[in-house]
């Protein structure tokens, strides 16, 4: 009987030791089928100060260790611009490196996995071989949200080919004076064009279904990325277009012009939302509460995070980094959720604990951020897939999305000018014609093409950077083989009135720039632009394409060119420049932005009682596609005129083929 007690006792003792077991094991946390709202409460419950602390900090890869991301608990990693594993990095290369990142972060106490993030604002941009659409204010040209949307999914599904599951897109600045030197990165000067070009949202991080509550951040997917508005908020309004610098404006007119897209963003789920570096009526936004606070998470109802820009609180104080201890202070009580340091981690470290520890910031304050922080972790997935796969390599610079860009290239050029009269149009060109010239400073570089924000922060120069097609190339393609194409970048008139070219196309612009270095207070092209075209456009007839972030002055040299053509900053796909030239599709661009006579005018903006643009803000003159001239004229043969069809497709075709 002793015997049989020894072994019941020695049984009980066995179940309750599974059963603790099985209950240390178990964390609600770790459990997808639990509500997102009980895994982050639970996971909450379980960490320590210095956990939390880790995951409101995000790092530059330069600075970022596998040992780093076990430590501290790190919640974020990102690319600052041109910050890759190495040049000319593969797909492979780039998962296999956040891998490690990611790994070391799984390796910590809690094992959390970190987000890394990285700007792709127009394609996956840092990145070797990925397809570049165009620049912002070429996109709100098109007028087409649906396109952005599409173009959206494929950036998407660039950047997942890389391992990357979050991007620092799409900016909704409204820019309101081109002087400023990200103005190519806002859609337009009207608001109403920029919340319409909010779908790129959905693109990158998918439809949200029709139940889900206002402000709740949405991931849909391995091949969505979580986005990330910005920046709020004014970015576009600060005086004569200086970067970073202070908006002046009454709340009326910041609710009716620079917050509306944020309103839309976060109705369709945008994941997170970055401050801008500017001030609004000399507050600094990173410091400002009653926006941040008060009315994004308050008033907006947004349940995302809210990031830092780059080194963004040290910006708080002038000059940067002054008081650290203070822009903590502020920025943490302004809002701010997480901040991308990028580099002091320590220092931010230490003095956010202290800060909390001293009762300055409250624990409160540290929940709400990380909370926020971990529901869009797990909101998209990340708990759940954290390591990326080789899946999806092949969708870095795709055929397919080389051809949406190039779709997006051709919508988004605008026609200024065709022909010297309107009896006597320019464009389509003829593909055959015995020879042309092509010239100016922008038809065969691709970095120009492409803009700041390519490959590195402030762009390139050259055809050796990424893959793509040049205006130059694009142009070889296009024409017939037996046209001879003449390329000189700069020629003198004597060369241009002694070649006898049938017409040429001149491409202009300016240099790539981002950010505080394109800040413009002449608006000029390079030089020397303006000599070319005098050169060319007075010995034969010319179209000149103006390859720029903005409107550039132009007014001097409009009545020497033949046809005039805003090509903004249209990426790697040159055929789209080509497929409007010569006809296979006709022009349909608007102005985003009215394009002024002098940089005296500015600020100017459509509605302003001093307006008179040059060419006002929606203008752009249509063409027809040759096809579909030829489709009419053959419909109206059809109907009874067979020997004016004839005569009319002749005459089509003798255009269209010789000039």
């Known amino acids: 009987m002793k015997t049989v007690r020894i072994l019941m006792r020695a049984v009980l003792l066995g179940m309750v030791s599974l059963l603790s077991f099985a209950n240390a094991e178990y964390a609600k946390y770790k459990d997808p089928k639990q509500p997102v709202a009980v895994r982050v409460k639970d996971l909450l419950g379980r960490m320590s100060l210095e956990e939390k602390i880790g995951q409101m900090v995000q790092i530059d890869r330069t600075i970022a260790t596998v040992q780093f991301m076990k430590d501290y608990s790190i919640g974020s990693v990102l690319s600052g611009g041109g910050s890759t594993p190495l040049p000319q990095a593969s797909a492979a290369d780039w998962v296999n490196m956040i891998n490690d990142f990611q790994r070391g972060s799984l390796a910590s106490r809690l094992g959390i996995p970190m987000i890394y993030g990285i700007d792709a604002v127009h394609g996956h941009n840092n990145v070797y071989n990925a397809t570049i659409f165009p620049h912002n204010v070429g996109l709100g040209a098109t007028r087409d949200p649906e396109l952005v949307k599409r173009i959206g999914a494929a ?54 279904p029709s139940n889900l509550r206002k402000g709740v951040p949405y991931v849909g997917g391995k091949d969505k990325v979580a986005a990330c508005a910005k920046h709020f908020v004014g970015d576009g309004g600060t005086t004569n277009g200086i970067n970073e610098n202070n908006t002046v404006i009454d709340m009326h007119g910041l609710l009716s012009i620079h917050m509306p897209a944020y309103s839309d963003s976060i109705i369709k789920g945008v994941s997170t939302i970055m401050v801008s570096y500017s001030s609004w009526n000399g507050e600094k936004m990173h410091a400002n509460r009653e926006l941040v606070t008060g009315f994004l998470k308050g008033t ?43 580099f002091n981690l320590t220092e931010f470290i230490d003095d956010l604990s202290d800060l909390v520890k001293n009762n300055v910031i409250t624990m409160d304050r540290i929940d709400d951020a990380v909370g926020r922080i971990l529901l869009v972790k797990f909101s998209m997935g990340l708990f759940e897939n954290p390591l990326a796969d080789l899946s999806l390599v092949n969708e870095l610079g795709s055929q397919a999305h080389r051809d949406l860009a190039r779709e997006a290239v051709r919508k988004s050029l605008v026609l200024l000018k065709n022909g010297k009269n309107e009896s006597h149009p320019l464009i389509p060109l003829p593909k055959k014609a015995p020879k042309i010239l092509v010239a100016g400073s922008h038809a065969d570089n691709l970095g120009y093409q492409c803009g700041g924000w390519t490959i590195n922060w402030q762009g390139f120069s050259g055809n050796n950077y990424t893959r793509g097609t040049t205006i130059l190339g694009a142009i070889r393609s296009a024409v017939d083989s037996s046209t001879e194409v003449v390329y000189r970048d700069n020629p ?13 196309i001149v491409a202009v612009g300016e240099a790539p720039y981002a950010e505080t270095a394109g800040d413009s207070m ?11 075209i005098t050169n060319v456009c007075e010995a034969v007839k010319c179209v000149v394409i103006i390859i720029s972030g903005r409107p550039i002055v132009i007014e001097p040299y409009i009545s020497s060119v033949d046809a005039l053509v805003a090509a903004w900053l249209p990426g790697t796909e040159g055929q789209g420049v080509t497929d409007v030239l010569f006809g296979d599709y006709g022009f349909s661009g608007k102005l985003p932005r009215s394009w002024f006579k002098t940089v005296d005018q500015l600020p100017m903006n459509v509605g302003d009682p001093h307006y008179d643009p040059l060419f006002p803000f929606d203008f752009g003159l249509k063409t027809e596609s040759v096809p579909s001239i030829v489709a009419r004229s ?13 005569v009319m497709i002749s005459l089509i075709f003798a255009l269209y083929f010789t000039g």
């Open 155 to 208: 950036t998407a599904l660039e950047v997942r080919a890389t391992g990357i599951p979050y991007v620092f897109a799409p900016c909704i600045a409204v820019c309101r004076d081109p002087r400023w030197g990200r103005c190519y990165e806002s859609y337009s000067e009207d608001h109403k064009i920029v919340q319409e070009m909010t779908d790129i949202i959905l693109g990158l991080q998918g439809d949200p």
């Open 300 to 342: 907006l109802k947004f349940k995302g995070f809210v990031i830092s820009d780059w080194q963004g609180i040290d910006r708080i104080t002038s000059p940067p980094h002054l008081n650290y201890t203070y822009s903590v202070q502020a920025g943490i009580q302004a809002g701010i959720d997480m901040v991308m340091i990028p």
């Open 492 to 504: 003198d008139s004597d060369f241009v009135k002694s070649n006898n070219f049938d017409y040429a």
């Open 522 to 532: 002449t608006l000029t092209m390079l030089d020397p632009d303006p000599s070319v």
């Open 634 to 646: 053959t419909s109206a043969g059809v109907d009874g005129k067979p020997f004016v069809f004839l």
